[in-house]
């Protein structure tokens, strides 16, 4: 059977029609203009709180004004709903006199939650470190007359058993209730935590290529039969990638790992999957003055971070610096070059990489496979003179005093406290960049004076 559809527009003018008809039509208002007596405020039900539903008649009051209006009722009931602590408004409104309404604002509240708590239940004797406490600041519960939902209770009960899970206990059990404590829209709510026994390691595989595993042996904090948890297992991440720089692997590749939960044996087992990447070496050359390796380490993000990365490479330059212009050489300059054994390019000379012994090549790095090959990573250090900045002077202008400026200066002079971090710098501090930061510091309080130019 063929159809005839409805043109568009008469299928539309349809719709308008439908909408207009579903919306009730006001006429015009017998009390419009009239006097507004009284506002008054009923919460509905078994509800009996006097100073809640005092504030709602002040709100009330406040919005709809000295004359009754259906515009300024319509923006006193919005207010009210703006609180969030409203579930629904009636309003009605009664004669008071000839010319005068009084009108009645039938409310009924949300449940709120006065109080919240957390009960932790020792379940086999085992109940760990966890506290009534740290589970309370995982709750969104927490501010006074928080509005309380089946959704928000469900959706705290999830939060706590997540932080449970992140803490080892996946078979934890979470429970809620409410008890009504003034009246049935203000309780207080309980969580009923059942802990259960925490998941112990079955074992923790780690497949690193070309590794020998006796490295990690004894050294990690997750052992089979060891209690389970999220921190340990970033920490034994974390204790990997150490031991593998120590062993001159900076910037292996390593998969996140994999933490598999048996429900039936409430065990974890636990795989670390990557390549070992590189051996590395790091070598600053300078001609005297040369940091120690524990320095380096502070100082450069690829002996400490364990990474490539040419943005951690010009880091490291920078902190170098730094480092060298604390003791005197204020004018220290910092360059990196890379070399790759055996090189890069090896058997097909038309890769375009950068050659060996040139900053270029640092930056290709990252890009590149470096399995087995070894990574030379040289910080060229020119040093210049070391100096001591016993004085700074300004000359050129009356306007203010160089003790008047000093604080606002980068440089910094000679400090017979200095060795103490805290209190200065033995040598004084300074260098290109700071003194044309503090060139730019001195013409701008002149510009604020007036001297423009």
Not at 66 to 95: F, M, W
Not at 268 to 291: F, L, S
Not at 357 to 379: F, H, I, M, P, R
Request: hydrophobic residues 35%; proline residues 4%.
């Amino acid at each position: 059977m063929k159809t005839r559809q409805m043109p568009l527009t008469a299928a539309l003018m349809l719709a308008l029609a439908v909408t207009f008809l579903s919306i009730p039509i006001f006429g015009q208002d017998d009390h419009d203009g009239k006097r507004i007596a009284d506002v008054v405020v009923t919460l509905e039900g078994n509800d009996n709180n006097p100073a809640v539903a005092e504030q709602f008649r002040a709100l009330a009051r406040e919005a709809v004004g000295a004359t009754y209006s259906a515009v300024r009722i319509r923006d006193a009931i919005e207010q009210l709903y703006a609180t969030k602590r409203i579930a629904s408004v009636v309003v009605e409104a009664e004669p008071s006199g000839a010319d005068s309404v009084t009108l009645r604002f039938i409310t009924k509240r949300k449940t709120q939650a006065l109080s919240v708590k957390v009960e932790v239940v020792d379940a086999e004797g085992d109940r760990g470190n966890v506290t009534e406490q740290e589970l309370l600041f995982r709750l969104t519960l927490l501010d006074p007359g928080a509005v309380v939902t089946e959704q928000t209770l469900r959706e705290n009960a999830t939060l706590i058993q997540d932080y449970l899970r992140e803490r080892g206990y996946f078979k934890a059990e979470v429970t809620y209730t409410q008890q009504p404590i003034a009246n049935a829209n203000e309780v207080g709510v309980t969580f009923r935590v059942v802990l259960n026994q925490p998941a112990t390691v079955n074992k923790f595989e780690i497949q690193i290529e070309g590794i020998d595993n006796a490295i990690f042996k004894d050294k990690l904090l997750l052992e089979p039969g060891e209690t389970f948890s999220r921190d340990k297992l970033n920490r034994d991440e974390e204790k990997i990638r150490e031991i593998l720089r120590n062993e001159g692997y900076l910037a292996p590749t390593l998969s996140p790992a994999r933490p598999v939960y048996d429900s039936d044996a409430n065990t974890i087992d636990i795989t670390v999957v990557g390549k070992k990447g590189p051996v590395v070496e790091v070598t600053v050359d300078a001609e005297r003055d040369t940091p120690g390796s524990s320095t380096q380490k502070k100082l450069l993000p690829i002996k400490r971070e364990g990474t490539l990365d040419f943005s951690a490479i010009i880091e490291g330059e920078r902190r170098l610096e730094t480092h060298f212009q604390e003791v005197g050489y204020f004018f220290a300059d910092v360059t990196s070059t890379c070399s790759v054994e055996p090189p890069l390019d090896a058997g097909d000379p038309d890769t375009g990489l950068p050659a060996n012994g040139t900053e270029a090549l640092c930056s290709v790095l990252t890009n590149q496979d470096l399995t087995d090959k070894k990574v030379s990573v040289t910080y060229h250090v020119n040093l210049s003179r070391q100096l001591k900045l016993t004085d700074i002077r300004l000359t050129g202008t009356s306007l203010f005093t160089i003790e008047e400026i000093k604080p606002a200066l980068e440089s910094q002079e000679a400090n017979i406290l200095g060795i103490i971090p805290l209190f200065g710098y033995g040598r004084g501090y300074t260098s290109e960049r700071l003194l044309e930061e503090d060139k730019n510091t001195i013409q701008s309080l002149l510009r604020e004076l007036g001297y423009r130019d």
